[in-house]
Structure formats: structure tokens, C-alpha cells
């Protein structure tokens, strides 16, 4: 566990709760002998399993070199029960491949045959596969991957950008590496196939991870720059250029976005939003320029505004 922890806490992911199968064995063994008694499934002679569901006869095997069906089944079953009973969850969501999809509809049947109402508000959020450019690509393990994307980037940023190699930059290669990965992720529909490309990952260009980090902190070196204190009560009407207008709007599509987001359980919506928003920052930020010898000083504050509160859904998003 201790190595799942790392890459787990390189990508920023923690958990509340860890259980392992040892810890159940007893109670997933009464699931396994009562769906035998009832007989809810039925072994058949190749070590598949066969059930009868609600409407018509599934059925469902794993190879032989994992676990027994039935007892993956069994044990699956359990975790919902388990969960249920110590979290009360409103909505249960099993986020894997769509190749799963026969088993999770013979789990959510078994549990609604041993009488759990609550299975309605189990989901299966169905993924898609990931295209490698090459079979040898196939077996690309997560920490392979972010180790490759975090040499690659500390390379680039000593190349492009003539930073020297420190503590420093390889915490800011970690970071951009990670981004790059994920948001190469969210930019696709989760039921949609594509090909995974090094190319498309580790590039600074317009929808990738590090171009939102970038605005991010250019937004942030602006705001920390100025010698005008941020007030949500500045007077926005000197905002008469069409970039910031421009900006306004899209600044207040942002619930509208997480919503549907949520709705459809679709983070590309997320990505099409910020990629959008970096596009009209990157606009507005040469067109609002933040120079008190141009403008008067009501002028510079309302455009400090805009970008302050670009700034906190960058952070948001």
C-alpha cells in the first residue's frame, strides 16, 4: 500500500477509508454460500457463472487467472452492503472500463433479488480505452507515465524558458506534469476512445494542462503586483472594451457549466469551459492593460476586478 500512497499523493488523490478483502472474508463468504442457496446463480462446468436476471438469463466469467467469479461477485456485492450500512450513501458510482458493464448489471440484479431498494442509486460510469501509440505503450504504468512527463518538462522549461535546474523546478515540473496528464484526460468524452500521444500531452499550446497553470500564475503575479487592494464593491462600468465583455460573459456561465458537468458526469465540460476562458483571457489581458500612466485609476481597479475574478474560477475550475 505504501507504494499505491505515493502515486496516489503525486496526482492529489486521498482516501477517508482503506479495506482489504482479508478484513471480510467471514461476511463475503456468507454472501458467496447464500447466493448458492437461493439459487441466484448457478456454476457452470468452464468456471463461468450463469444468472437469471429480471428479463432474460446473463451470463458473466472472468478468466482464470483472477479471481473466481462468483467470489468476485460475492465480494462486490458485499462492498455495496458494506458501504451502505456505514456511509449511507445517496449515490454510489463504479467509475471503470465498459467492458464491465455485463458485470455490474448482474450485481445491481442480484442485489435487487436479496431485496436492496437502495440499488436503484448504484451507477456503473462506463469508460472507454485509451489508445496507445504503440503495443509496447500498452503496459504504461501511472508512475512510469508521470515520471516520463515530469523529465520531459523540466527539460523544456531549462530549454525554453533558461530556468535553472533546482528543488524549485522539479516541484513546478511535477505539477505541470500531472496537469498535462489530466487534462489530456478530461478533454475527451469518458465513452469515447482515443489515442493516447506523448505529443498532445506534453505541449504548452492552447488546451493543455500547462497552459491553464500558466494563466493561472501570470493572473496571480498580476493582482500580486498591483498596489490596488481587490474589492468585490469596484465600480465595473469603465469595462467598455468588447475583450472584457467578452470575459464577463463567459465568467458567469461557470455554475451553468459545473452543473451540466454533474448532470452528465462529463468533466470535458470543465475543460471546454477553461480552454474557452484561457482563449478570452489571453485576449482581454492584452487589450486591459493594468498601467496607471494610460488610464485613470477607477479604470485600472474595475480591470483588476475582471482579472481577480478570473483568477478565483481558474483556481475554481
Known sequence: MKYYDSVYKRIGLTFDDTHFDSQFSQEIKEIYDNL??????FLEEDGGIKV???????TYSLPSNIDSPLYHLSRTIFAAIHRKEKYNFD?????????KKNFFSVVFSLLQKLGFEWV??????????????????????????????????????????????????????ELLGVSSLCINDMKHR?????????????????QSGASFLFCHAGLKGLREDSKYGFSPNMDTSPLMEPEGRYLVQHLSRFDEMVYKSYLYLEPC??????????????????????????????VIKARLLLLSATLKILQQG
Open 190 to 206: 469518458k465513452n469515447t476512445d482515443f489515442d493516447f500521444d506523448w505529443k498532445d500531452v506534453l505541449t504548452f499550446g492552447r
Open 36 to 41: 448458492l442457496k437461493k439459487d441466484l446463480v
Open 269 to 298: 465540460f470543465i475543460f471546454q469551459y477553461l480552454s474557452t476562458l484561457w482563449h478570452l483571457t489571453d485576449k482581454a489581458a492584452n487589450v486591459l492593460k493594468l498601467d496607471v500612466k494610460e488610464d485613470r485609476i477607477i
Open 52 to 58: 437469471q436476471s429480471l428479463e432474460t438469463a446473463s
Open 120 to 173: 436503484e442509486n448504484l451507477h456503473h460510469i462506463k469508460l472507454n480505452n485509451r489508445q496507445f501509440e504503440s503495443k509496447r505503450q500498452k503496459k504504461l504504468e501511472v508512475e512510469d507515465a508521470l515520471n516520463k512527463a515530469k523529465l520531459f518538462i523540466m527539460k523544456k522549461l531549462e530549454k525554453d524558458l533558461y530556468l535553472e535546474a533546482n528543488e524549485n523546478l522539479e516541484e513546478m515540473a
Open 91 to 99: 449515490v454510489l458510482y463504479y467509475v471503470t472500463s465498459t467492458s
